[in-house]
């Protein structure tokens, strides 16, 4: 695919090469993440990060990864610090930022608000997550995750068994993710969750439409066995009408060390996209799994760094050039 120029917007813009581009150009940004080597290929390039909603890792990650690649980054984080208080358009924001940047990174509560900002954009968007919709970089981020994990434990790709357990309905994470997996031969889908919470018709069909297996059940220990990778999610509470509706299903969902030993293989792969809610009542993935070699969140979240560093490179049409650009690094580090 020819990313030069593009949108980053969901994953329905992919197809199984695209993925493969991204991972390929991802792995070859290893040297500068681990501080092996720096890379200036984006010096004088300018990033907009626009973040209307909660982020800590999407919007660091995304400005670590234009910093590391030499660019510089403009922030603006929360609704009430924009014009769109103000009643702006997305259109109208989206031609003013233009404008000033060479990129732009959004996240924005509604869905499809990012692809709307982005027919105002004269410059690649690319999505951090649009409400409950998608959310397309962490879904590269998480399918990179995977085959290194899978690799790492010497495991095939031949058949990749993935339980998806929680807010399967509000997670804009596991949406992106059953969309992104299902461009692969062989998924076993499980999708875990209370009946109310359920993965939607339109993902579910991507999946079967591939020809994928898809097993659904409400009951975690069922969903647990025979599993290479379970993704846990936190129950998307900013999405419900009422906190009490929230409260319902904190907590319905809790992967420890001891249901992992009970249940799991012993190399099963353990994802989140974070950020885990570590409170008492909700503490779906417990703490005392993080000793746990398989655990993969913070190896997943690391990744995050090259996949958007790809992408940044792709879009910006300089991934032929990182070698041109690179250097030594001055500084001590222990990465
Ligand atoms: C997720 C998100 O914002 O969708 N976090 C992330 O970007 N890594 C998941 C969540 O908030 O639960």
């Known amino acids: 695919m020819d990313f030069q120029g593009k949108h980053i917007l969901s994953i329905e813009q992919f197809d199984r090469d695209a993925v493969e581009q991204v991972l390929a150009v991802a792995r070859q940004m290893t040297p500068y993440v681990e501080r092996k080597k720096r890379c200036s290929v984006l010096d004088g390039a300018v990033l907009a990060s626009l973040f209307f909603e909660p982020s800590t890792r999407t919007r660091v990650s995304f400005s670590s990864a234009f910093n590391l690649l030499g660019g510089k980054v403009m922030e603006t984080v929360g609704m009430g610090a924009s014009s769109l208080t103000k009643g702006e358009s997305l259109f109208d924001t989206a031609q003013v930022i233009s404008g000033y940047a060479d990129a732009i990174a959004m996240r924005h509560p509604e869905a499809f608000s990012v692809s709307q900002f982005a027919d105002g954009a004269t410059v690649p968007v690319l999505n951090g997550g649009d409400g409950s919709n998608e959310h397309p970089t962490q ?165 995050g760094v090259k996949v958007r560093m790809a992408l940044f490179a792709l879009v910006l049409g300089v991934d032929q050039q990182l070698k041109k650009h690179e250097s030594d690094v001055q500084w001590f580090s222990r990465k």
């Open 139 to 303: 879904a590269l981020l998480d399918t990179f995750t995977i085959f290194d994990e899978l690799k790492r434990l010497g495991k095939s790709t031949d058949t990749i068994k993935v339980a998806l357990v929680g807010d399967l309905k509000n997670g804009r994470t596991v949406h992106s993710l059953s969309r992104i997996l299902s461009l692969f031969p062989n998924i076993d889908f499980t999708f875990v969750s209370p009946s109310a919470l359920a993965m939607p018709e339109k993902i579910m069909n991507v999946c079967d439409t591939q020809g994928h297996r898809i097993s659904v059940t409400q009951d975690l220990s069922t969903g647990l066995q025979n599993q290479d990778v379970v993704y846990m999610t936190r129950v998307q509470e900013e999405r419900f009408d009422t906190q009490e509706e929230a409260n319902l299903y904190r907590g319905k969902y809790r992967l420890t060390q001891s249901i992992y030993d009970q249940y799991c293989d012993s190399s099963t792969i353990i994802m989140h996209p974070l950020p885990r809610d570590s409170r008492p009542e909700a503490n779906e993935l417990s703490d005392d799994l993080n000793r746990n070699p398989n655990l993969a969140i913070f190896r997943q979240s690391n990744n």
